[in-house]
């Protein structure tokens, strides 16, 4: 039968997510959902395209187009996601795909064109410097094994949290999350994401995410949400208060992210997500024992096109990371969402 591409409608949803479900090289980041949550939160517009056979679906390319002044034009598969990418059954469809690609940035008229592949470069496109970094490990959901398989230095930092009588509380408490957040990401230099795209992200995948949170007594410290996909737990968008870094908060809530996965979810994967080489977060991750691996962000430029890079250890983002902190929070709250829609 010939092949049929076609844009995803609503129609199509159910289907599309089973397709992801049946691929073992689909991600969490391509479910269906991200689509109307990239519209809803960021205004940006989307292109998802799925490829048919004999009425089957048979291979899918989620596409979003970020289009800011200050941060330029790209296609890109998929923005605020660390993985993307097309995936299909066999190359034929991925081809087909990889051309309806091409076209649409003739149509478009973007800069770029980009593949956010986790485990391979896509064949025959250039790959961006490596930058990201992803961080997975396997769990067994034994709290006893897990807590030793963590390099004796960042296990005494989770004891020293339990010492400081640390707790956690699962819940879908997203303005908590946001509250906790918004204040880290303030403290790094970085603006902060709407309150309402954390709200999409919990509406969108209700059995999907939880929010751990960890007190010190009944004041939050450290927050985190988190994504479940097939045996995987990711914790992707977290942050700890200044309080956090004196009691361990951050150490001892990544920990029982692993714990509650493991023990209560039947997670076997614990995806810390990605960061890039050169930053904290990056050496953070290193001293839970979890080994780097580069993620292979594939491109096509247009003619004349550039690449945008939003590199923290550039000195002008430099300035800018040091100009932010010392904004007040209110006020880098306020300014923080239309920037940074265009940092996905």
Same mark, same amino acid.
Request: aromatic share 10%; with cysteine.
């Given at each position: 039968?010939?092949?049929?591409?076609?844009?995803?409608?609503?129609?199509?949803?159910?289907?599309?997510?089973?397709?992801? &479900?049946?691929?073992?090289?689909?991600?969490?980041?391509?479910?269906? &959902?991200?689509?109307?949550?990239?519209? +809803?939160?960021?205004?940006?517009?989307?292109?998802?395209?799925? %490829?048919?056979?004999?009425?089957?679906?048979?291979?899918?390319?989620?596409?979003?187009?970020?289009?800011?002044?200050?941060?330029? =034009?790209?296609?890109?598969?998929?923005?605020?996601?660390?993985?993307?990418?097309?995936?299909?059954?066999?190359?034929?469809?991925?081809? %087909?795909?990889?051309?309806?690609?091409?076209?649409?940035?003739?149509?478009?008229?973007? =800069?770029?064109?980009?593949?956010?592949?986790?485990? &391979?470069?896509?064949?025959?496109?250039?790959?961006?410097?490596?930058?990201?970094?992803?961080?997975?490990?396997?769990?067994?959901?034994?709290?006893?094994?897990?807590? $030793?398989?963590?390099?004796?230095?960042?296990?005494?930092?989770? +004891?020293?949290?339990?010492?400081?009588?640390?707790?956690?509380?699962?819940?879908?408490?997203?303005?908590?999350?946001?509250?906790?957040?918004?204040?880290?990401?303030?403290?790094?230099?970085?603006?902060?994401?709407? +309150?309402?795209?954390?709200?999409?992200?919990?509406? %969108?995948?209700?059995?999907?995410?939880?929010?751990?949170?960890?007190?010190?007594?009944?004041?939050?410290?450290?927050?985190?949400?988190?994504?479940?996909?097939?045996?995987?737990?990711?914790?992707?968008?977290? /942050?700890?208060?200044?309080?956090?870094?004196?009691?361990?908060?951050?150490?001892?809530?990544?920990?029982?992210?692993?714990?509650?996965?493991? %023990?209560?979810?039947?997670? +076997?994967?614990? =995806?810390?997500?990605?960061?890039?080489?050169?930053?904290?977060?990056?050496?953070?991750?290193?001293?839970?024992?979890?080994?780097?691996?580069?993620?292979?962000?594939?491109?096509?430029? $247009?003619?004349?096109?550039?690449?945008?890079?939003?590199?923290?250890?550039?000195?002008?983002?430099?300035?800018?990371?040091?100009?932010?902190?010392?904004?007040?929070?209110?006020?880098?709250?306020?300014? /923080?969402?239309?920037?940074?829609?265009?940092?996905?």
């Amino acid at each position: 039968m010939s092949l049929r591409l076609r844009p995803l409608d609503d129609a199509s949803v159910s289907a599309w997510d089973a397709f992801v &479900a049946s691929q073992p090289e689909a991600t969490f980041f391509h479910r269906a &959902a991200w689509r109307g949550i990239i519209e +809803r939160s960021f205004g940006h517009s989307t292109h998802y395209m799925l %490829a048919e056979q004999d009425g089957a679906i048979v291979g899918i390319l989620p596409l979003a187009r970020m289009r800011t002044r200050l941060f330029g =034009d790209a296609l890109i598969s998929t923005p605020f996601c660390v993985y993307g990418g097309p995936v299909a059954v066999d190359a034929a469809v991925a081809t %087909a795909l990889e051309e309806h690609a091409r076209d649409l940035l003739k149509k478009t008229g973007a =800069d770029h064109l980009e593949f956010r592949q986790r485990d &391979a470069v896509y064949p025959g496109w250039p790959e961006r410097p490596p930058l990201h970094y992803t961080f997975r490990k396997a769990i067994t959901g034994d709290a006893e094994a897990d807590m $030793k398989a963590i390099p004796r230095k960042q296990r005494a930092m989770v +004891r020293k949290g339990i010492q400081n009588g640390l707790t956690s509380i699962s819940n879908s408490d997203t303005d908590m999350l946001h509250r906790v957040y918004a204040e880290s990401v303030h403290n790094l230099g970085t603006p902060v994401f709407p +309150r309402k795209y954390f709200r999409e992200l919990a509406q %969108a995948f209700p059995g999907e995410h939880d929010v751990t949170t960890i007190l010190q007594g009944d004041t939050p410290v450290a927050s985190v949400l988190n994504f479940h996909f097939r045996d995987e737990v990711l914790p992707y968008y977290g /942050g700890g208060t200044t309080l956090a870094r004196k009691v361990a908060g951050n150490d001892f809530m990544y920990w029982e992210v692993m714990r509650r996965a493991g %023990a209560e979810r039947g997670a +076997r994967i614990y =995806d810390f997500g990605r960061s890039k080489s050169g930053t904290g977060a990056f050496d953070f991750k290193k001293n839970w024992g979890f080994e780097a691996a580069p993620l292979h962000y594939s491109y096509q430029l $247009k003619p004349g096109g550039t690449l945008s890079e939003h590199n923290p250890s550039n000195p002008k983002y430099q300035m800018m990371i040091k100009a932010w902190r010392k904004l007040p929070l209110p006020v880098a709250n306020l300014l /923080g969402p239309p920037i940074v829609r265009g940092l996905g």
